[in-house]
């Protein structure tokens, strides 16, 4: 339940902290932190349109994909804290959990029948095929370390006593982050900020989403970012008393928010044709950390 609650708050700003430090190094005001989340407040007072054209797929896609972030949030831990789901093979059903809400928000976009719309949902399919490898990896080479395959127990034996395990875990936290924005649709894979549908892949296919709908699709990605966050936190929590790890939780998510407005106010975005070959490059890394796993194991032959 600590873990929803901590989460949930960290959701509220992180974004915002994102959007501010993007304003700052541009030499602007900017909104303040929390206005992404009055803009959703505010989203979640307005009624929905839906196009003629659309199903009853379309106007259910916001709450799966709403529900699956949620119900991936559930699995997170907190420390030594678990998740209100846990049990053994979890870190698979978060990443396939996930996958369900991908699956609807990529199915709901072709729904409305826009040419626009497909293209950018085959996009962001490609980008999530690519990245999930680098998971599965990952979560793998820390299964393999500790013996455990679920996320509290893993976090909970990942000792970092050695510089080794210290490179991995930082490997390991560039990794996750290059999936939250990945899976977020930010730079340098894609502009949040563009409207050449051309060049665009995760706004193009919430053109046709409003009101209420695009509230939940919004506050899911905020709700993503915070995940990633928490899985980055757990891997340095070790066994720290709540009164420690609770402030280090939230330094640790601004922190990696600050990261990202400075890659993203620092960099542009690559050519569609480059997006792959970045993406693939997580996987490399991911291997690193399973060397890495079996050299501290004694595996390594």
Avoid: C, W
């Avoid at 509220?12 to 303040?32: D, L, M």
């Avoid at 680098?134 to 034996?157: D, N, P, V």
């Avoid at 407005?261 to 050519?271: K, Y």
């Amino acid at each position: 339940m600590l873990s929803i609650l901590l989460i949930t708050l960290a959701a509220t700003f992180f974004t915002g902290i994102i959007i501010r430090t993007k304003s700052i190094a541009s030499g602007r005001k900017g909104p303040g932190i929390f206005q992404p989340i009055k803009d959703v407040i505010r989203l979640f007072r307005k009624g929905a349109v839906y196009s003629e054209t659309t199903s009853f797929i379309f106007q259910m896609m916001p709450v799966i994909y709403f529900a699956s972030v949620f119900v991936a949030m559930l699995l997170v831990p907190f420390g030594q804290s678990k998740g209100i789901l846990s049990f053994s093979g979890d870190f698979v059903f978060f990443a396939y959990v996930l996958g369900i809400g991908k699956f609807f928000s990529i199915t709901g976009a072709m729904d409305t029948g826009s040419s626009f719309e497909g293209m950018g949902a085959s996009r962001e399919s490609l980008y999530s095929m690519f990245a999930e490898p680098a998971l599965f990896i990952l979560m793998g080479s820390l299964s393999l370390l500790t013996g455990y395959t679920s996320f509290q127990e893993i976090f909970a034996a990942l000792h970092l006593g050695s510089s080794i395990s210290y490179a991995l875990a930082l490997m390991a936290a560039f990794v996750f982050l290059l999936i939250a924005m990945i899976e977020n649709s930010r730079m340098p894979i894609d502009d949040p900020k563009t409207h050449l549908e051309l060049t665009m892949v995760h706004e193009v296919m919430i053109l046709d989403n409003s009101g209420f709908d695009l509230g939940l699709i919004l506050s899911a990605g905020y709700l993503k970012f915070a995940i990633y966050g928490t899985i980055i936190f757990n891997l340095f929590s070790g066994t720290i008393a709540y009164e420690y790890a609770i402030p280090l939780f939230f330094a640790i998510q601004a922190f990696l928010a600050f990261v990202i407005g400075m890659i993203e106010s620092f960099m542009a975005r690559f050519r569609m044709s480059h997006n792959a070959q970045y993406i693939v490059v997580l996987s490399s890394v991911s291997l690193l950390v399973f060397f890495g796993a079996l050299l501290i194991a004694g595996k390594f032959i």
